[in-house]
C-alpha cells in the first residue's frame, strides 16, 4: 500500500507556466519535505513543513512556493518554471518526534519544462 | 558542520560478486542518526537502514550488511552475492539529532551485469 503518494508521475509544463505537482500520506506524519533532484546529483532539500511550520532553505529560489492544507497534503508551486527546473521532485515525511527521523519517500514526479 | 562523502562515484561489477559501497561522515553532534537509501532507476528512493550513534553494532539483513565504525567516522554498505536487480544509485545520509533534515552524499551508482 502507497504511504507517500505523489500526482502526477510525469509532467510537462511550458516555459513560465506555473505548475502545481502534488503529495499526500498515508502516515499521519508531522513532517513533510519537498526535494528538487536533478540528473546525477543528490536530492536537495526546497522546504519542509513541520506540521503548519514552513521552513524554507535560504537557497530555495523565490520561483518555489508550498502549501500544506492539511496534515495528509502537501503541494509544490512553481510560479514561472525555467528549463533549469526540470527535474524529479521528490515528496518526503517523517514524524518529526526525536529518534524517529527516518524520511520515507514518494516516487517523485518528473518534471519536464518545454 | 554536518558532510557525508560518498568516494565512489560509479561501480560496476559482475552478478554474484560481493561489493562495499563506502560512505564517510562528518558530524559535531554525538547523537545522530545514519542512513542509506536505494534508488532504482524508477526514482524512488526506498529506505534501507537507519542506525543511531550509540549503536555500533553491525547488521545483517539477508545479502546486505552494514558496517558502522564510529572511530573512522564510516558507515560502509556491503551487498553479498550481488544481483542485476541491485542496479542502482546508493545515497548515504546524515541527520543530527534533534534535526528534521537529512543530508545526503553525492550517491554510488552501482551497475551489476549478468
Known amino acids: 500500500d502507497a504511504m507517500v503518494i505523489q500526482n502526477p508521475r510525469y509532467q510537462v509544463t511550458q516555459f513560465g507556466k506555473p505548475v502545481t505537482l502534488s503529495c499526500s500520506q498515508t502516515l499521519n506524519h508531522n513532517v513533510m519535505y519537498w526535494y528538487q533532484q536533478k540528473s546525477s546529483q543528490a536530492p536537495k532539500l526546497l522546504f519542509h513543513?513541520?506540521?503548519?511550520?514552513?521552513?524554507n532553505e535560504a537557497d530555495t529560489p523565490d520561483n518555489f512556493q508550498s502549501r500544506r492544507p492539511n496534515t495528509s497534503f502537501c503541494f509544490l508551486d512553481i510560479r514561472s518554471p525555467g528549463l533549469g527546473d526540470a527535474a524529479m521532485y521528490l515528496c518526503?515525511?517523517?514524524?518529526?518526534?526525536?529518534?524517529?527521523?527516518?524520511?520515507?519517500f514518494g516516487p517523485g514526479t518528473r518534471l519536464l519544462v518545454l | 558542520a554536518q558532510k557525508v562523502t560518498q568516494a565512489q562515484t560509479e561501480i560496476s561489477v559482475v552478478e554474484k560478486e560481493d561489493v562495499t559501497l563506502d560512505c564517510v561522515y562528518e558530524?559535531?553532534?554525538?547523537?545522530?542518526?545514519l542512513f542509506w537509501y536505494k534508488q532504482p532507476p524508477s526514482g524512488e528512493l526506498v529506505f534501507l537502514i537507519r542506525?543511531?550513534?550509540?549503536?555500533?553494532q553491525n547488521e545483517i539483513s539477508g545479502r546486505y550488511s552494514w558496517n558502522f565504525q564510529k572511530s573512522t567516522s564510516s558507515f560502509n554498505f556491503t551487498i553479498t552475492a550481488s544481483q542485476v536487480v541491485d542496479s542502482a544509485v546508493y545515497f548515504c545520509?546524515?541527520?543530527?539529532?534533534?534535526?528534521?533534515?537529512?543530508?545526503f552524499g553525492k550517491g554510488t551508482k552501482l551497475t551489476v551485469n549478468p
Open positions: 513543513y513541520y506540521d503548519k511550520d514552513f521552513n
Open positions: 518526503a515525511t517523517s514524524t518529526g518526534r526525536r529518534n524517529q527521523e527516518t524520511q520515507y
Open positions: 542506525r543511531n550513534s550509540f549503536d555500533e
Open positions: 558530524t559535531r553532534d554525538t547523537t545522530y542518526y
Open positions: 545520509a546524515l541527520s543530527e539529532g534533534g534535526s528534521e533534515k537529512l543530508v
